[in-house]
């Protein structure tokens, strides 16, 4: 088949990959998507059972930290762009094992720029590489304020700095090599198919089981909640819109302390699940804090908003509703993902 464009999706197992993939893949039939993703932990071809059989979809098994496999990628397909998202993720995790994060986030990062700036050389114009990162680079607010785009980096767990990293690399390539780049820093996402290991999915499913909720510290650190489709929106429109060489904050605006959101989806469970009001909030357990801890983040989509007229489209209310409703209705990939080696994981976390 002829296409119109091929475009690498890296992580597309994962989270928010499998969200863009399913978007590219159905609203656009005349490209190419291919997703490559290593299936660590985190990637679940589960997440794209309804795509799978598309025409325009391929996906390729594989790691971004292998510099050769990367080039034969790029040979194999002739790519016109990049959305790049695979990732080691979870903070948690880094704080474990930093080095993995080295290597998945930046080592793996300058493959890619290696192979699209040698794949591209001289004809960079309608080309794109898409970096997808996070409003943690920008390091810890107070009780006031907002990321902006400008807003210098700070990141302070080695999940973040080597987010911050892969960053300056994308833009160093854009500087030194011409190399036609566009980044985006969201802030924390939510929604179906996000591994339990994260606040929000980890709550649900521990109500459901009626075990311990854990709160890190005093439970007043704040995060602001963006509806993983709506990002994945979002990533459409600055693919295809954004200005190259720039970069754009993607928010919620949807800030909550984890306490009063933890509280906020007790009560959605409770609902849902027919118990008494009340009854899934005595699970709430103080824990030990995460070293390091950033205190608030908060990102102002000010510039998204005026420049490709993007928003959020749902209520923080309906959103954690559909996510609930999500994970009760799909308790085989919740079991086939809580299976194994997350409840080794989860054990050393919380013990
Ligand atoms: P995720 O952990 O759910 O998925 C990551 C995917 O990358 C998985 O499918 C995994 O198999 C794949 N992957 C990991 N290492 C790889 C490697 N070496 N080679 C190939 N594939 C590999 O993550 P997510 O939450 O979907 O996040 C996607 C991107 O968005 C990441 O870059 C992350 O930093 C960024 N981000 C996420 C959030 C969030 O709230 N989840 C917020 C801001 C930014
Ligand atoms: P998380 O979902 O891990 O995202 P991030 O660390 O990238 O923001 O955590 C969201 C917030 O919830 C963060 O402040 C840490 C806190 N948290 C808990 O209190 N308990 C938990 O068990 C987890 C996983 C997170």
Request: with cysteine.
């Amino acid at each position: 088949m002829n296409f119109e464009k091929t475009i690498l999706i890296t992580g597309g197992a994962g989270f928010i990959g499998s969200h863009v993939v399913r978007l590219f893949v159905n609203k656009y039939p005349g490209y190419h998507i291919v997703n490559l993703d290593k299936l660590t932990y985190a990637g679940n071809l589960e997440n794209l059972a309804d795509v799978e059989e598309k025409m325009n979809y391929s996906f390729e098994k594989g790691d971004i930290t292998n510099q050769d496999f990367i080039r034969s990628l790029f040979q194999k397909y002739q790519f016109d762009g990049v959305v790049h998202l695979a990732a080691e993720s979870h903070v948690d995790r880094s704080i474990t094992n930093p080095l993995e994060f080295i290597e998945a986030n930046i080592i793996g990062t300058v493959n890619l720029l290696n192979a699209a700036r040698d794949a591209w050389k001289g004809q960079e114009t309608g080309k794109r590489f898409y970096h997808i990162s996070t409003d943690e680079v920008y390091g810890s607010l107070g009780e006031e304020g907002f990321f902006v785009e400008t807003t210098a980096y700070d990141p302070r767990s080695p999940y973040s700095a080597s987010k911050a990293s892969s960053d300056h690399l994308v833009r160093a390539y854009h500087h030194t090599y011409n190399l036609p780049v566009v980044i985006s820093n969201c802030s924390n996402n939510y929604g179906p198919n996000q591994f339990p290991e994260k606040l929000i999915p980890l709550v649900i499913n521990n109500i459901k089981h009626n075990k311990p909720l854990p709160i890190y510290g005093d439970g007043k650190y704040t995060r602001d909640w963006l509806w993983v489709i709506d990002h994945a929106e979002a990533i459409d429109l600055i693919y295809h819109e954004g200005r190259v060489g720039e970069t754009y904050n993607i928010g919620g605006n949807n800030e909550r302390k984890n306490i009063e959101l933890v509280q906020t989806l007790c009560d959605i469970m409770d609902a849902q699940l027919g118990r008494p009001v009340g009854q899934s909030r005595t699970l709430i357990t103080y824990v030990k804090d995460r070293p390091g801890h950033d205190r608030r983040y908060a990102i102002d989509a000010t510039k998204l908003k005026n420049e490709l007229g993007w928003q959020p489209s749902i209520s923080p209310e309906e959103g954690l509703k559909l996510t609930a409703e999500w994970y009760l209705a799909n308790e085989t990939w919740l079991n086939n993902v809580t299976s194994g080696a997350y409840q080794k994981y989860y054990e050393k976390q919380y013990a």
